[in-house]
T-cell receptor, first 114, second 110 residues
Framework: DAGITQSPRHKVTETGTPVTLRCHQT?????MYWYRQDPGHGLRLIHY???????DKGEVSDGYSVSRSKTEDFLLTLESATSSQTSVYFC?????????????FGSGTQLSVL | EDQVTQSPEALRLQEGESSSLNCSYT??????LFWYRQDPGKGPEFLFT???AGEEKEKERLKATLTKKESFLHITAPKPEDSATYLC???????????FGTGTRLKVLA
């Protein structure tokens, strides 16, 4: 199994509070992704990173920010959590090279915003 | 607009009853099409990558095929342990942003 660790696994927070989710990899893969998964919507890309300090937005990036100061860590921050951000969040990694584009996923973080 | 559509949304099969899941896609160019399996409460697990029309991949009871517009995941003589959600994703040319379908929930009854 790919070495991907997400923390925390579960989080309950209140509307308006900041929340940070962490993704840690031991594979030295270049690309790291944050997705959210909701019933009826499937996996939707929030942000991704293609290197240290290099990030780009996905289709549902509003209300989220990311940072990658080291190859192995990719942080997702909800600046001011809202109930619409209640979801399961998955981190994924990829080597990003020809023939090595498959994604490996973490176990997910269940976030509830009350 | 690049998009991926999976059908059916849900499928119930008797053990041993073979069937196929469909993934239709629209992209300007295709780097790869991917199939994943997802069990409840877990992250998606990689199954196959297909790169070009006509390509086929097999693993145990699963076989994935690819045409220019769609991919099929054939399940032969399924067992209850094959019950899961199966996700399809595409990686368009010129980008590293994967696009996922909403999945097919498969239930195999003993």
């Amino acid at each position: 199994d790919a070495g991907i660790t997400q923390s925390p696994r579960h989080k309950v927070t209140e509307t308006g509070t900041p929340v940070t989710l962490r993704c840690h990899q031991t594979e030295n893969h270049r690309y790291m992704y944050w997705y959210r998964q909701d019933p009826g919507h499937g996996l939707r890309l929030i942000h991704y990173s293609y290197g240290v300090k290099d990030t780009d937005k996905g289709e549902v990036s509003d209300g989220y920010s990311v940072s990658r100061s080291k190859t192995e860590d990719f942080l997702l921050t909800l600046e001011s959590a809202t109930s619409s951000q209640t979801s399961v969040y998955f981190c994924a990694i990829s080597e990003g090279e020809q023939g090595l584009w498959k994604l490996f996923f973490g176990s997910g973080t269940q976030l509830s915003v009350l | 607009e690049d998009q991926v559509t999976q059908s059916p949304e849900a499928l119930r099969l008797q053990e041993g009853e073979s069937s196929s899941l469909n993934c239709s896609y629209t992209v300007s160019g295709l780097r790869g099409l991917f199939w994943y399996r997802q069990d409840p409460g877990k992250g998606p697990e990689f199954l196959f990558t297909l790169y070009s029309a006509g390509e086929e991949k097999e693993k145990e009871r699963l076989k994935a095929t690819l045409t220019k517009k769609e991919s099929f995941l054939h399940i032969t003589a399924p067992k209850p342990e094959d019950s899961a959600t199966y996700l399809c994703a595409v990686l368009p040319s010129g980008t590293y942003k994967y696009i996922f379908g909403t999945g097919t929930r498969l239930k195999v009854l003993a």
